[in-house]
C-alpha cells in the first residue's frame, strides 16, 4: 500500500481472474467494517481511495464482481494502514458528553422528547421507559419540562402516589457487581417523602440498588442498609448532579455531588439479584404500589455495569456542560466550545488555520471560487480563513449540531489601536464579521459573532463546522475625498428623514482631528478620533462649552494623521 495524508493506493493479485472482471475496494476506520467510508468499483487491481483524512489508520478488504454482477467474498484483506500526519492539520478528541454513552452503559435516558409517553434509551439495550401511572384514574403521570442548560427537556414528577418513569426489567440489568446510576435532580420542595425515590431497582427493602432522598439529604445504596448520604441537605429548585458508584472489588460504594464525592461506605457485600423494573421519580415502600414519589424534576438518567474511578465521576459531571476544546499547535488559538449535544456520539475534530496549503476537506479550487464572492461592502482580513472538521463514526459530521457551537478566533492588534495589523486599506478590528462558506452555492453566509478587543478575538456561533473566515466592512478610508456627512441638512427633533442624534462622519481615515467652524471661520467644536473609531464618528451638535449649536451654516475641517486636510459645507435646521 502506498499512503499520503489525504490518500491510500491499494494494489492486489487478480488471482487469475478474467479481464472483464471488476473489484470492489471498501475502506474503513472500523476494523470489524462496520462502517465503510470510501467503496470504490475498479475494472483493475488497484485503486485508490481519496478524501481520507491526515495520521488516521485505515483498513481495507476487497471482492471480485463477475460478469453477471454476482459478488464473491472478500478475497484479500489489507494491513492496516496510517496516512501520512500533517503537522500543519491538528486533531482532538471532544470532550465527554452526557450525550455519549460510555463503555459499560445499559441504560442512558436524556427525556428529550419533550412530548410523548415514553422516553428513549441512548445506550445499546434500547430499553424504552415509559411515563406511566400503575393505578386506575390515576392523575400522577409525569409530564416534560425544561431540563439543565444545554441538556434539553427532562420529566417532572407530582410526588404523589403511582405516577413514575418505569423502565421495563430485561437481561441487560441482570449483574450484581459493580454498578453506577447517575441522574441530574431538581427538588421542587424541601419536603419529600422519606426515602423519595430518585433512580430506584427492587422493591422496598430488598433493592437492587437506589438514588433516593431520606431525612433531607440524598442517599445512594447498592444494597439495603449500607448507605452512602450527602453530607448538605436537598436545594429546592436548583438542579444537582448525582453518581452513585459501587466498586464490587473494593467492596464500597461512593455517592458523588456534582463531580465531587460526598461519601463512601465499606465493606459492601454483593448487590441483590433482582427481576425488578427500575422506576425514576417513585418507588415502592414494599412490594405494593409505587408510593414514595418524588416532587420535582430528573433528567439525564445513566445506568452502567461498572464502577467509575473519582476522575471519571468528574468527568461525567463536567460533560453536561459546555467543553472548550483547545487544539494543539499550531491551530491552539482556535477555541472550541462544545455543548453536550454537539454530536451525540465520540467525535474528533481536525482543523487547520491553513486551508490553502493545508486543507482538510476542501480544495483549493473550492476556496478560491469563494474568494470571488465576497459579501458586498466587506473584504477579507489576511490570513483569517479555518477548517474545522469533526469525525463522527470514521466520517464526516456534516449535520446540524444538537446545539451550536462556539469559535474563538484570535486576530492581530498588537497596538490595540482597533486597526488590524498590517491591513492595507486600514481594517477595524471592532467591525470584523464572521462568514461561513456554503460550499453547495458558493456563497459566505453571516453568522452571529461578537468582538473582545481586550483579548484580541473574535467569537462566533454556528450551527454546523466548515469553513470560517473573518471580513470587515471597508468603514475606514484610505483619502479624505471618501468621507461622508449625514443627514444634510441635519434637522433634530422633526422625526423625519434628516433627523438623528447628531451628524455622522464616516469613511474617515485611521486618525486625525474634526474642527467644526461657522461662517465667520469662529471654532465652534474640535474632537480628535483614532482606531477606536472604526472610522465612524457622530458630532451631537453641542459646541466646546457645551452649549447647543444654532441654526445655520458650518464648515468641518478634516485633517488626517498625515497632516492632509479637508474642508466639508453643511447645514443645521433647528
Not at 548 to 559: D, L, N, P
Amino acid at each position: 500500500n502506498a499512503a499520503y495524508a489525504s490518500s491510500v493506493t491499494y494494489s492486489w493479485n487478480g488471482n487469475l481472474n478474467p479481464a472483464y472482471t471488476f473489484y470492489e475496494l471498501a475502506v474503513t476506520t472500523d476494523s470489524t467494517y462496520g462502517i465503510i467510508v470510501a467503496t470504490l468499483t475498479v475494472n483493475a487491481t488497484t485503486a485508490t481511495a481519496t478524501g481520507l483524512f491526515p495520521g488516521t489508520t485505515y483498513y481495507a478488504q476487497v471482492r471480485s464482481i463477475n460478469g453477471s454482477q454476482v459478488y464473491g467474498t472478500a478475497f484479500a484483506t489489507f494491513a492496516s494502514t496510517r496516512t501520512v500526519s500533517d503537522p500543519a492539520i491538528t486533531v482532538v478528541l471532544a470532550p465527554p458528553s452526557a450525550y455519549v454513552p460510555p463503555g459499560g452503559s445499559v441504560g442512558q435516558w436524556q427525556f428529550d422528547e419533550g412530548t410523548g409517553a415514553t422516553a428513549a434509551d441512548s445506550s445499546g439495550p434500547n430499553n424504552t421507559a415509559l411515563l406511566t401511572c400503575v393505578a386506575a384514574a390515576c392523575v400522577s403521570t409525569p409530564t416534560f419540562v425544561a431540563g439543565p442548560a444545554g441538556l434539553g427537556s427532562a420529566v417532572a414528577f407530582s410526588g404523589l402516589a403511582n405516577g413514575l418513569v418505569k423502565v421495563p426489567y430485561t437481561a441487560s440489568y441482570n449483574f450484581n457487581n459493580s454498578l453506577t446510576v447517575s441522574a441530574w435532580i431538581n427538588p421542587s420542595s424541601l419536603i419529600q417523602p422519606n426515602g423519595a425515590g430518585l433512580v430506584v431497582r427492587g422493591d422496598g427493602g430488598a433493592e437492587n440498588f437506589a438514588l433516593d432522598i431520606s431525612g433531607g439529604l440524598y442517599r445512594f445504596m447498592p444494597k439495603p442498609g449500607f448507605v452512602a448520604a450527602s453530607t448538605n441537605a436537598i436545594t429546592a429548585g436548583a438542579w444537582t448532579h448525582l453518581i452513585g458508584s459501587f466498586d464490587f472489588a473494593a467492596g464500597s460504594a461512593t455517592l458523588y455531588v456534582n463531580g465531587r464525592p460526598a461519601s463512601t461506605v465499606l465493606l459492601v457485600p454483593a448487590r441483590t439479584a433482582s427481576v425488578h423494573d427500575i422506576s425514576i421519580g417513585n418507588r415502592q415502600s414494599a412490594a405494593a404500589a409505587y408510593d414514595r414519589g418524588f416532587l420535582g424534576s430528573i433528567d439525564s438518567v445513566r445506568v452502567q455495569n461498572r464502577a467509575l474511578s473519582a476522575a471519571e465521576a468528574l468527568a461525567e459531571y463536567q460533560g453536561s456542560f459546555v467543553s472548550t476544546v483547545t487544539p494543539p499547535a499550531p491551530n491552539n488559538g482556535v477555541l472550541i466550545g462544545l455543548a453536550p449535544n454537539a454530536f451525540g456520539a465520540p467525535a474528533t475534530l481536525f482543523v487547520s488555520v491553513d486551508p490553502f496549503t493545508h486543507p482538510i476537506t476542501i480544495t483549493p479550487a473550492v476556496l478560491n471560487d469563494g474568494l470571488t464572492v465576497i459579501p458586498t461592502g466587506f473584504t477579507l482580513v489576511p490570513n483569517s480563513i479555518i477548517e474545522i472538521v469533526p469525525i463522527v463514526g470514521g466520517t464526516p459530521f456534516t449535520h446540524t449540531l444538537g446545539s451550536s457551537a462556539s469559535i474563538s478566533m484570535p486576530y492581530a492588534d498588537a497596538n490595540g489601536d482597533n486597526i488590524i495589523d498590517g491591513s492595507n486599506p486600514p481594517m477595524a478590528a471592532s467591525a470584523i464579521k464572521v462568514f461561513t462558506l456554503n460550499t453547495t452555492i458558493n456563497r459566505w453566509e453571516a453568522l452571529p459573532s461578537s468582538v473582545d478587543p481586550a483579548a484580541r478575538r473574535v467569537t462566533v456561533y454556528t450551527p454546523h463546522f466548515s469553513v470560517f473566515a473573518m471580513f470587515t466592512p471597508m468603514t475606514i478610508g484610505t483619502a479624505l475625498s471618501q468621507v461622508r456627512l449625514y443627514p444634510v441638512p441635519w434637522k433634530p427633533g422633526t422625526r423625519g428623514r434628516f433627523d438623528a442624534a447628531g451628524i455622522t462622519f464616516d469613511r474617515l481615515p485611521v486618525s486625525g482631528v474634526i474642527r467644526i467652524l461657522n461662517l465667520a471661520g469662529e471654532r465652534v467644536r474640535e474632537f480628535a478620533f483614532d482606531g477606536s473609531a472604526s472610522g465612524s464618528v457622530t458630532w451631537n451638535g453641542m459646541t466646546d462649552g457645551g452649549q447647543r449649536t444654532a441654526s445655520g451654516v458650518y464648515f468641518a475641517r478634516i485633517t488626517g494623521a498625515d497632516g492632509a486636510a479637508s474642508l466639508v459645507k453643511f447645514a443645521i435646521e433647528r
